[in-house]
Nanobody, 122 residues
Framework: QVQLVESGGGLVQAGGSLRLSCAASGRTFGSSAMAWFRQAPGKEREFVAG????????NYADSVKGRFTISRDNAKNTVYLQMDGLKPEDTAVYYCAASYVINYAPSAWDYWGQGTQVTVSS
């Protein structure tokens, strides 16, 4: 069992930066793949970035490559999403998720946080 709590969302101007954090509790965090998804109003939840248990493998959606960076600190049971060069189209609720392997489909992830709102103004 893994419990996830996101933080770090907010309002930022286009071109700005935010860093999201996801604090996890539970004994299996160190062996779990972690990911960030997002969901904008009226749209389906979409994969943003994923990282395997060791941090040695990272995957990104094409829309965020070169702008977002996912990382993790297993000693702190925390995964991060550094978001630079934010665009208005990045506006969404961002969710942290945990599972065994990285998968682009939301249905493949076992545990979810409550989400944090990111709003990018133009």
């Amino acid at each position: 069992q893994v419990q996830l709590v996101e933080s770090g969302g907010g309002l930022v101007q286009a071109g700005g930066s935010l860093r999201l954090s996801c604090a996890a509790s539970g004994r299996t965090f160190g062996s779990s793949a972690m990911a960030w998804f997002r969901q904008a109003p009226g749209k389906e939840r979409e994969f943003v970035a994923g990282i395997n248990w060791s941090g040695g493998r990272r995957n990104y959606a094409d829309s965020v490559k070169g702008r977002f960076t996912i990382s993790r600190d297993n000693a702190k049971n925390t995964v991060y999403l550094q978001m630079d060069g934010l665009k208005p189209e990045d506006t969404a609720v961002y969710y942290c998720a945990a599972s065994y392997v990285i998968n682009y489909a939301p249905s493949a992830w076992d545990y979810w946080g409550q989400g944090t709102q990111v709003t990018v103004s133009s």
